[in-house]
T-cell receptor
Framework: RKEVEQDPGPFNVPEGATVAFNCTYSNSASQSFFWYRQDCRKEPKLLMSVYSSGNEDGRFTAQLNRASQYISLLIRDSKLSDSATYLCAVNRGGGFKTIFGAGTRLFVKA | NAGVTQTPKFQVLKTGQSMTLQCAQDMNHNSMYWYRQDPGMGLRLIYYSASEGTTDKGEVPNGYNVSRLNKREFSLRLESAAPSQTSVYFC????????????FGNGTRLTVT
């Protein structure tokens, strides 16, 4: 079993839709959690960190469930420009190893 | 402000050849990383350097060596390239805390024939 797992998708949604991604992690000592966005043939870029209390940035909401060991990303009012691969990342407690999921591909269509 | 700069952007090697991927960051970050990305596998950590003067193995270190030349630069060397090392390589850096988010370079697309 991979340490960080994501549904690979692809998710095909119309503009304006709400879409949710989940990511599970197996190491209960994990302390830091992130969502990255990666456009085709580009480098990953930080979308948002995920805090224990949940956090929101515009149309994007991230949540953490430590008991069930998963993080989620909700995108509201999807835009064509949201089409990308979304990577979840988990940092093991006390160390420098950030482990990534394989990514979930999102296509937003007009 | 360039952030993280990697060279080269593309490289084709023959099996057995060697090469060094260069990475430099200008964000005064202490920690630097090398990842490889393969279809369906996501990003996998090859080596990292928590601070200048230290390096440690990641998930997939076999076939690679690294050098933390100074605080800014972290290079990745393939001594004898194999087709299994065909991949996209990303260098990244982060702040002092091990749980800080990563800033990535543009990547190096390497093909080994």
């Amino acid at each position: 079993r991979k340490e960080v797992e994501q549904d690979p998708g692809p998710f095909n949604v119309p503009e304006g839709a709400t879409v949710a991604f989940n990511c599970t992690y197996s190491n209960s000592a994990s302390q830091s959690f992130f969502w990255y966005r990666q456009d085709c043939r580009k480098e990953p870029k930080l979308l948002m960190s995920v805090y224990s209390s949940g956090n929101e940035d515009g149309r994007f909401t991230a949540q953490l469930n430590r008991a069930s060991q998963y993080i989620s990303l909700l995108i509201r009012d999807s835009k064509l420009s949201d089409s990308a691969t979304y990577l979840c990342a988990v940092n093991r407690g006390g160390g420098f190893k950030t482990i990534f999921g394989a990514g979930t591909r999102l296509f937003v269509k007009a | 402000n360039a952030g993280v700069t990697q060279t080269p952007k593309f490289q084709v090697l023959k099996t057995g050849q060697s090469m060094t991927l260069q990475c430099a960051q200008d964000m005064n970050h202490n920690s630097m990383y090398w990842y490889r990305q393969d279809p369906g596998m996501g990003l996998r950590l090859i080596y990292y350097s928590a601070s200048e003067g230290t390096t440690d193995k990641g998930e997939v270190p076999n076939g690679y060596n690294v050098s933390r030349l100074n605080k800014r630069e972290f290079s990745l060397r393939l001594e004898s390239a194999a087709p299994s090392q065909t991949s996209v390589y990303f260098c990244a850096s982060s702040g002092s805390q091990g749980n800080s988010p990563l800033h990535f370079g543009n990547g190096t697309r390497l093909t080994v024939t």
